[in-house]
């Protein structure tokens, strides 16, 4: 069973930065693909970000292309959303996910089986 701890969620102005974080425990990091969801107060979840197990192959979705960049430390077990040029439409609860597969390359943007329970990024205008 794996789990996933995210941190680093708060309160920013619109223009500035934020720094997630992702904990995993229960599998090496390693063996996990992993994304970066997120749903806004009375709207659907998302897809944010996705990353390979090794690392080389990201994927965002339109709305947070060259603002957002997703990393993964795999020896520390930790996945990253580092978020700039924040706007109020990113405020939402974000959450980390995360799928085993036997891909050292691809990446997924659904399906995924582990979540976490979230943390919450309000961009005040």
């Known amino acids: 069973q794996v789990q996933l701890v995210e941190s680093g969620g708060g309160l920013v102005q619109a223009g500035g930065s934020l720094g997630l974080s992702c904990s995993a425990s229960g599998r090496t990091l390693s063996d996990l693909a992993m994304d970066w969801f997120r749903q806004a107060p009375g709207k659907e979840r998302e897809f944010v970000a996705a990353i390979s197990r090794n690392g080389q192959t990201a994927f965002y979705a339109e709305s947070v292309k060259g603002r957002f960049t997703i990393s993964r430390d795999n020896n520390k077990n930790v996945v990253y959303l580092e978020m700039n040029s924040l706007k109020p439409e990113d405020t939402a609860v974000y959450y980390c996910?995360?799928?085993?597969?036997?891909?050292?390359?691809?990446?997924?943007?659904?399906?995924?089986?582990?979540w976490g329970k979230g943390t919450l990024v309000t961009v005040s205008s």
């Open positions: 996910a995360a799928k085993i597969t036997s891909s050292s390359e691809n990446y997924y943007i659904d399906n995924m089986r582990y």
